[in-house]
């Protein structure tokens, strides 16, 4: 697609990575074949050499799943992307690609729980260490750089608390001290806000959630400059064998031509519910960043186009919280997040599980807490439910 003013975000979303003109089938056609033939004997040794772009097999590239990188690396203003078998691929492919034995992480403690718990317990059997920082200003990882950190890991809106991280000042504080920054923008979206753009080096997804946007497909990516993302393909996909299904691919892009419209729903219905459910008498505290008293609220109304379509809320306790689970007919009962119905979760004894306890209680991941990933019902229907739910 070329263009000569740069498009908005549905604009993108529908025709980025397309080809231009349309001709022929409209929708990319799905493509299963795990190896392609050569034209010529100097197709295929040039393809090996690294001199044509000629399909080779699939693990190293497919037109589906090259198709979606084109079209996430424009939503995200990055050069390129690659796409990983899910988030977990992304995440961990693009943490290896970069460090190696001897290499230090920052990363915040309370995040999505299979993250730290990689840090934790998996990258040190390969020499590379962690701290965690509870405090996620550019103050706090400031304080827990070391002489050989390689990699600022920042997770904002965080889940499932959704503190709010300066991205830009912390790029800068990674910059300083010669470490890469990555942002898992899984819960914001370029729709709310592009990390690259605030100066990060690569930005991680989990495409399993609101880039798929209809709960169908597991995917990730990590998009940024060509050869940082070059080295986490390499990795990621080719190395460890993380590729992307084309059925997946094609699924995820396909969702991701209603990507902005979804995004303006669900985040304008967050922000509603947020304040609504701020009143409620059985609720005792709302994080969402678009609240005055949520203390990451000036920056993200600094840094964010858009609030998260992703709020939690505390009730009294865990029965309290099982109660609301169980009460619950309209918004559903599961884990993940950004489908297009409501997804209610229950951190503690799901997604956050495996942080040990004490973490999860300095976390704020309270026993009471609930994580209401926002699809795009009617804000009255799902408001209805909730409020049904909490025994209002
Ligand atoms: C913020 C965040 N990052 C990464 C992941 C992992 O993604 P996946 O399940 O696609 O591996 C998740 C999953 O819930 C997530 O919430």
Partial sequence: MTTTRALGLSSLSVHAGEPSPAVGPLEAPLVLSSAFGFASAEEAEGAFRGDNDAYVYGRWGNPNVELLERKVAALEGARDAAAAASGMAAISGALLSVC????????????????????????????????????????????????????????????????????????????RAGALSIVDNTFATPYCQRPLELGVDLVVHSMTKFLCGHGDAIGGVVAGDRELVERARELTVKGLGGALAPFNALLIC???????????AATATATSLAARLSSHPAVRRVHHPS???????????????????????????????????????????????????????HPASTTASTMPAEDRARAGVTDGLLRLAVGIEDEDDLYADLDRALGG
């Fill in 100 to 175: 190696g034995q001897g290499d230090h992480v920052v990363a915040p403690r309370s995040i999505y729980g299979e993250t730290p718990r990689l840090l934790r317990e998996r990258l040190p059997r390969l020499g590379i260490t962690t701290t965690f920082v509870d405090d996620v200003s550019p103050e706090g990882y400031r304080a827990a750089l070391g002489p050989h950190t390689r990699v600022v890991y920042v997770e904002t809106p965080s889940n499932p608390t959704l503190a709010v991280t300066d991205v830009a000042a912390v790029a800068e504080v990674a910059r």
């Fill in 254 to 264: 396909r969702g991701l031509r209603t990507f902005a419209l979804r995004m303006r």
């Fill in 291 to 345: 609240l005055p008293a949520h203390p990451g609220h000036a920056i993200a109304s600094r840094q964010m186009r858009a609030m998260p379509a992703i709020l939690s809320f505390e009730v009294a306790d865990l029965g309290a919280a099982r109660r609301v689970r169980d009460g619950v007919r309209l918004v559903t009962h599961a884990v993940s997040l950004g489908d297009a119905r409501t997804l209610l979760t």
